[in-house]
Structures are given as structure tokens and as C-alpha cells.
């Protein structure tokens, strides 16, 4: 009988897993929120998620096939979710070619510049957000009131957000309970009764998307709770020494992209630290950057920029937050 022994490298453990079961499971995740983005947007949210998605796997196909010349890996659902993500951080009034450009360099610059899947060091749908924002800033902060204009595309009734209300009011002389007579309850900023970027507005539709990752172990629970708990302890101290300037913290976390950065983009396997030490490190720093922006920043949303910021804080994280080796000198007891 053969009894070679077959040397081989690591690792050697199989699992059903791949990058294409994991990808489509995110877009299932993400069905809630979607759901309601058409019911409050219309057909506009649709066509944006649409056209971004397309562009994605579009620019990714042809980057690889015609300048990286790789084999072409669309199908693993990676670019897909890129869209799909870069759309719901996107007005659903957004001119639809403005939504192609952002695709594009959300894909070009943002992830196959640095040799594609596995390689990028920031969040490829945030990169292209954010040049989205500096370039076109007027475009990316008009927002359509939600239920008012959803049989009209792009002509839609616009208003401010919550967090932008909050900032402009705070900037004119006014109090928190005065600004909190004009904007929704708690339960309506949960339900998704607000405006927003169309894919955020919902924290009740992205939770069911985040128990269904939990459920089928796409993600584990440590960096969206503890970006949530950091941003809701954060802005509770503020809240407690001064409430008449200082917003609640079930405010702020029911605001803005809280939800969708945590537990969606913040949770990208590539650009998140590799040991649950970690997660803890680059999940606290994501809430506290994200407070200290929307607190006394330009801006009134922050959770964009805090998590490319901790994604580039990510090598560092992983250089010294290391989990035993395995077969090490064992320490003495």
C-alpha cells in the first residue's frame, strides 16, 4: 500500500465558504434596506442603484480583462456589492451620470489600482462617496423628503437631514429642544421616516440585514456594536454636561450612515484589522472620529471619513495587535 506522506502549504482547513457565497450574502442582507429605499425614494432609487452597480461590474471587467489582463472575476459578487453600497450612500436625486463617475473611480482608484479584491486598503464604495462629495458637494448634499416626490425622478422636493438641520440650527443661536420640535421622533429616525442618502435611513431595515449576517457568520457582532456603543457613549457625555447644545445619543446614532457604516462597510473583511483585539482598537476609533467630526467638524455627517481614516490605521492595528502564533514558545506559568 502507498503510504507517501503529501507535504503541503497552509491552510489546512477546508470550508464551504468563498468570496462569491459571502458577497451575495451582503446583497441579501441588504434586500430590507432597498425595500425601503423604493418605498420612500421611488423609481429614482432604483435607477441609482442600477446604474451603480452596472458601472462597477462594468469598470472592473474591463480593468481586468484589458489593462490588468487577469483573469476576470466579476462574478464573485464583489463589484456588485461595491454599487450597491456606493448607492446607498448616495441622494437618489443624484444625476445619474455623476453616479457612472463615482462608480468608476470607486472601483479604479479605490480598489484595482492596488491589484484588485484582497489588496485595496480603504473601502472601495467610501472612496468613491467621498470623491463624489468633494467633487459635486451640492449634488451630494440635496436630499429628497422622504414620501413626497417618489412618482417624480430627479425633480424631487429636497430639505435638509436630520444631522444638517441639527448643525445649522446649533450654528444659528438655537437649542437642541428647540431644533428637536422640528425634526422626526426617535421612532420615526428608526423606521426610516426621514431624509438621507437612500440606503441609510432605515436603522430597523439594516438591523434585520445585520441579524441575517450574524446568522449565516458573514460577520461577527464586534465592530458594528462597538462603533454603535462608542458613538452612543460619546455623544451621552456630551449630552449629559449640556443637553440644550448637545444632541442625545439615540439621536445620533438613529442619524446619518451610524447604521450602514458599522455594520455594512466598517466590517469589509479586506479593510478591517484581522484579530477581535483589533476589531475592538478600530471600531472604538471609527466611533470617536465619527462624534469628533459631526461635533466640530465642517461637516455634519462623519462616519465616512472616520472609517477610510481607521482603514489606513488598519496595517498599524494588525502589526501590533497579533494573536498567539501557532506552535510559539510556550510562556511560563
Known amino acids: 500500500m502507498n503510504k507517501t506522506l503529501t507535504v503541503s502549504?497552509?491552510?489546512?482547513?477546508?470550508?464551504?465558504?468563498?468570496?462569491?457565497?459571502?458577497?451575495?450574502?451582503?446583497?441579501?442582507?441588504?434586500?430590507?434596506?432597498?425595500?425601503?429605499?423604493?418605498?420612500?425614494?421611488?423609481?429614482?432609487?432604483?435607477?441609482?442603484?442600477?446604474?451603480?452597480?452596472?458601472?462597477c461590474v462594468l469598470s472592473e471587467f474591463i480593468i481586468q480583462k484589458y489593462f490588468l489582463k487577469t483573469p476576470v472575476r466579476i462574478s464573485d459578487g464583489s463589484a456588485i456589492v461595491t454599487g450597491l453600497l456606493l448607492a446607498f450612500n448616495?441622494?437618489?436625486?443624484?444625476?445619474?451620470?455623476?453616479?457612472?463617475?463615482?462608480?468608476?473611480?470607486?472601483?479604479?482608484?479605490?480598489?484595482?489600482?492596488?491589484?484588485?479584491l484582497g489588496n485595496n486598503p480603504f473601502n472601495p464604495a467610501l472612496v468613491g462617496r467621498v470623491f463624489l462629495l468633494i467633487s459635486f458637494p451640492a449634488q451630494m448634499?440635496?436630499?429628497?423628503?422622504?414620501?413626497?416626490?417618489?412618482?417624480?425622478?430627479?425633480?424631487?422636493?429636497?430639505?435638509a437631514t436630520p444631522l444638517g438641520i441639527l448643525k445649522e440650527g446649533l450654528k444659528n443661536g438655537q437649542t437642541i429642544p428647540d431644533l428637536m420640535l422640528q425634526l422626526p421622533d426617535s421612532m420615526q429616525l428608526f423606521m426610516g421616516q426621514m431624509s438621507g442618502s437612500l440606503g441609510e435611513i432605515s436603522a430597523l431595515a439594516l438591523l434585520l440585514g445585520f441579524i441575517w449576517l450574524l446568522y449565516h457568520k458573514i460577520i461577527t457582532w464586534h465592530i458594528p456594536v462597538i462603533v454603535i456603543a462608542t458613538i452612543f457613549a460619546f455623544t451621552?457625555?456630551?449630552?449629559?454636561?449640556?443637553?440644550?447644545?448637545?444632541?442625545?445619543?439615540?439621536?445620533?446614532?438613529?442619524?446619518?450612515?451610524?447604521?450602514?457604516?458599522?455594520?455594512?462597510?466598517a466590517t469589509d473583511l479586506v479593510t478591517s484589522p484581522m484579530t477581535k483585539a483589533g476589531m475592538v482598537v478600530y471600531a472604538a476609533g471609527i466611533g470617536v472620529l465619527?462624534?469628533?467630526?459631526?461635533?466640530?467638524?465642517?461637516?455634519?455627517?462623519?462616519?465616512?471619513?472616520?472609517?477610510?481614516?481607521?482603514?489606513?490605521?488598519?496595517?498599524?492595528?494588525?502589526?501590533?495587535?497579533?494573536?498567539?502564533?501557532?506552535?510559539?514558545?510556550?510562556?511560563?506559568?
Open 9 to 55: 502549504l497552509s491552510p489546512h482547513i477546508s470550508s464551504s465558504d468563498s468570496v462569491g457565497k459571502m458577497m451575495y450574502g451582503v446583497v441579501i442582507a441588504l434586500v430590507p434596506a432597498f425595500i425601503v429605499s423604493i418605498y420612500t425614494f421611488g423609481i429614482s432609487a432604483v435607477l441609482v442603484s442600477l446604474v451603480a452597480i452596472l458601472s
Open 141 to 159: 448634499t440635496s436630499w429628497p423628503q422622504p414620501l413626497q416626490s417618489r412618482l417624480q425622478l430627479f425633480d424631487a422636493v429636497t430639505g
Open 290 to 333: 465619527t462624534v469628533i467630526i459631526r461635533i466640530y467638524g465642517a461637516y455634519p455627517e462623519g462616519v465616512s471619513f472616520a472609517i477610510l481614516i481607521m482603514n489606513a490605521c488598519v496595517p498599524l492595528i494588525n502589526k501590533y495587535i497579533k494573536p498567539e502564533r501557532f506552535g510559539g514558545e510556550l510562556k511560563n506559568v
Open 90 to 116: 448616495l441622494p437618489s436625486n443624484i444625476p445619474l451620470w455623476m453616479v457612472a463617475v463615482g462608480s468608476v473611480f470607486a472601483i479604479g482608484i479605490g480598489k484595482m489600482v492596488y491589484g484588485g
Open 236 to 265: 451621552g457625555i456630551f449630552w449629559l454636561i449640556d443637553p440644550v447644545h448637545y444632541a442625545s445619543p439615540v439621536f445620533h446614532i438613529l442619524t446619518g450612515g451610524v447604521f450602514l457604516g458599522a455594520i455594512y462597510m
